[in-house]
């Protein structure tokens, strides 16, 4: 049965299950209460950053917080739809579940870059911890992808099949 993991798909599934509860609690944070949520810890540095450097009114800003969360669900969704894929064997075989994989790493890799960005320009340090951190883990697991071989099917052959011919019409 643990055969057919492969190691870009164990170490997958590790961040799924990290990611997705965490930004899905940032961005209920974002949601429920804009400005509040923007302002808490896993996204101070981009709240820092933009009351610093941009001028922006209230509004905007709490659009801008709401666009932080839907740019978080949205690596979220292709993560869970990488652990609803890799439940499957079937793809799970053929290898089927990384591309969702590869655009969670994606987006979440210029989400926590761009954080990572804000935490060192505004000057908070246990933010660019946390968004280093993320986006290490993240880079470790695409540079895993990409060294790692694709994935080939497993075909069973049986010696009858190979013997003689299956035609449609045989009586």
């Known amino acids: 049965m643990l055969t057919n993991w492969r190691i870009s798909s ?9 990611f997705i509860p965490t930004w899905i609690d940032a961005a209920y944070r974002i949601v429920v209460l804009p400005i509040h949520g923007f302002y808490e810890r896993p ?5 820092l950053f933009v009351s610093d450097h941009l001028q922006l009114t209230g509004a905007t800003t709490v659009r801008l917080a709401w666009l932080l969360a839907l740019s978080k669900l ?5 993560f869970a739809a990488f652990l609803f894929l890799l439940i499957r064997a079937s793809s799970r075989n053929s290898g089927a579940a990384g591309e969702a994989l ?8 210029v989400i926590s870059f761009t954080s990572m960005m804000m935490a060192s320009s505004v000057g908070e340090t246990a933010a660019l911890k946390l968004h280093a ?8 697991t695409a540079i895993v992808m990409l060294f790692e071989r694709p994935a080939t099917p497993q ?6 099949s190979l ?8 009586r």
């Open 133 to 140: 951190t993320e986006l290490l883990m993240l880079l470790g």
């Open 102 to 109: 590869a655009t969670a790493l994606a987006i979440g890799s």
């Open 163 to 170: 013997q003689e011919p299956q035609l449609l019409n045989n």
């Open 155 to 160: 075909v069973a052959h049986d010696a009858s």
């Open 43 to 47: 996204n101070i540095a981009v709240a």
């Open 10 to 18: 164990f170490s997958g599934a590790l961040l799924a299950c990290y």
């Open 74 to 78: 949205t690596a979220v969704a292709f």
